[in-house]
């Protein structure tokens, strides 16, 4: 495993205009450069505590549209829109940001790369003073990681990354949420009374439930491509109090210098194992990730990866024989392939996979309010 040397952003419309007296404030990371609005380009930009603040309050968003009703969550987005610029194919983050945005009162606005101008016969530099213009938030799903930085570079309103090639935050918001539910459900909310629901549930979460609690001591293991998900992963998970294990075939191992230089500034490279063996990552894991091993724009690899890949389909028998926990979990942010893990996995009792894509909603709902 290859070790490059070592050579803000929490996006809310709501604070970024006004926020009532009774919302609870968390401090917004330093913004870039005075007047700019916060964005949300990788959780690396974020603190803990405002990683913990975004699943409080995704619980709380998530608890109150299933228990009660959608109608108790506070339109924060009334007579707003979102613009989602998508230069990629998309099923969760657009499912997931177009509902999340119309649960809050907002207007969702899908610009495909069909729709703009977007870095064709227009710059990014352009299309983010136009389209900011005339919405109040960007969410933004590209190709290179440098398109969602120039974005939030000219936007006049905020920008939260969908998807970039280095880096993809709200995928990692929906694990961690997911992981929480798994290892501390819930517990029952108090009497709530009509207007003051969103509060109350949030005051009584925020005092009953640490969302980073569960986490702090379990390992997590990588077992597949070194990509923006492990990427967001690395930067991520180890400040939580997580292990990481990381294990993927030698050629497909190299970690990106940008990405490392974070980890090691947040000083966790001590928490993070690099490997070419799938066992030494799975052993003790007690939460086992896997993603595709042929992203979008690599399909002219496909012969060689899957080649490179063999023996890293993820399936019981693997896990079990590198020494796992016995109450091991499994996740995938999806589309998933059977060469990746197998039907028994996927569909069976360990697997999170489907709450895990449903929290992609709850944890966007977060950001954008």
Not at 137 to 152: C, D, K, P, Q, T
Not at 160 to 165: C, G, H, Q, R
Not at 319 to 329: H, I, L, M, T
Not at 338 to 345: C, I, K, N, T
Request: charged residues 20%; glycine residues 6%; aromatic residues 6%.
């Amino acid at each position: 495993m290859i070790r490059p040397s070592a050579s803000s952003v929490l996006g809310s419309l709501r604070t970024y205009t006004t926020a009532p007296a009774n919302r609870p404030r968390i401090p917004l990371p330093r913004a870039r450069q005075r007047g700019s609005p916060p964005h949300l380009l990788t959780l690396a930009d974020l603190t803990p505590a405002q990683i913990s603040f975004l699943l409080t309050s995704s619980l709380t968003f998530k608890s109150l549209a299933k228990s009660f009703s959608p109608n108790s969550l506070r339109n924060s987005l009334s007579a707003r829109t979102i613009a989602m610029i998508f230069s990629k194919r998309s099923t969760r983050t657009r499912v997931a940001s177009e509902t999340a945005t119309k649960l809050l009162g907002g207007h969702p606005m899908f610009l495909g790369s069909q729709d703009i101008q977007l870095g064709v016969n227009e710059t990014l530099e352009d299309t983010a003073k136009v389209v900011g213009s005339m919405v109040d938030g960007i969410m933004a799903r590209v190709g290179e990681h440098s398109e969602i930085e120039a974005l939030a570079k000219h936007s006049p309103v905020p920008v939260i990354n969908a998807l970039s090639k280095l880096y993809h935050p709200t995928q990692i918001l929906a694990d961690l949420l997911t992981l929480h539910e798994t290892y501390n459900p819930i517990p029952d909310p108090p009497e709530l009374w009509r207007g003051e629901a969103q509060s109350a549930l949030y005051r009584h979460l925020k005092r009953s439930v640490d969302p980073l609690a569960s986490l702090r001591g379990k390992k997590m293991a990588w077992v597949g491509d070194i990509n923006n998900i492990i990427n967001e992963i690395m930067v991520t998970v180890p400040r939580l109090g997580m292990t990481l294990a990381i294990a993927a075939p030698k050629g497909y191992d190299t970690v990106d210098p940008a990405v490392w230089a974070r980890v090691t500034e947040a000083g966790t490279e001590g928490s993070i194992i690099l490997t070419n063996d799938p066992a030494e990552a799975l052993k003790d894991a007690d939460v086992v990730v896997t993603d595709t091993w042929i992203s979008m724009g690599q399909e002219q690899e496909k012969a060689d990866r899957l080649k490179a890949f063999e023996g890293y389909q993820i399936t019981n028998q693997m896990v079990e024989s590198a020494g796992a926990k016995p109450d091991w979990k499994f996740m995938h942010c999806l589309p998933r392939k059977p060469e990746e893990v197998d039907d028994e996995v996927f569909y069976g009792p360990r697997s999170l996979v489907f709450p895990e894509a449903e929290n992609r909603k709850w944890t966007i709902v977060a950001c954008f309010e």
